[in-house]
């Protein structure tokens, strides 16, 4: 059987919205202000690039576990870059892995590679509308 996920989504504001798992996680999730936001959330396209990010970073977390490395703390920077008309989708995105602590970098490398090239759900999901890199960094 298929996994299944749910989300509700309620307006509080203008353009401010509560999105809550079947869990009863949340997260909060606003508009741009010339619409009535009121900057208290990630906008939803950030809210996408964080979804890309983490998805990624549980990945490279689990795979640098299996490789018996140490990884102490996992920075992830990614900037996106979308189309000047509407929709205004992401055409490019750039993701920066940091790695912290007594780890090997070909390992971190080799384990962002395998999140982006195999594992990582949003990144699949994104191929081959966007162009997307990836790269690890020692912290």
Wanted: with cysteine; glycine share 8%; aromatic share 4%.
């Amino acid at each position: 059987m298929a996994a299944s996920m749910q989300i509700k989504l309620v307006q509080t504001g203008p353009v401010k919205f509560v999105a809550t798992n079947a869990a009863g996680a949340s997260t909060v999730i606003d508009g741009p202000p010339d619409m009535g936001g009121e900057n208290v959330g990630l906008r939803p396209m950030e809210t996408f690039l964080s979804a890309l990010a983490s998805c990624s970073a549980v990945d490279v977390i689990h795979i640098m576990k299996k490789q018996r490395q140490n990884l102490e703390r996992l920075e992830v920077d990614v900037q996106g870059e979308r189309a000047d008309t509407i929709p205004a989708v992401f055409t490019r995105i750039q993701l920066r892995f940091k790695g912290h602590g007594p780890i090997d970098l070909l390992k971190l490398q080799k384990a962002v590679e395998l999140s982006m090239e195999k594992y990582c759900s949003v990144s699949k999901m994104l191929q081959p509308t966007v162009s997307i890199t990836a790269e690890a960094v020692l912290g």
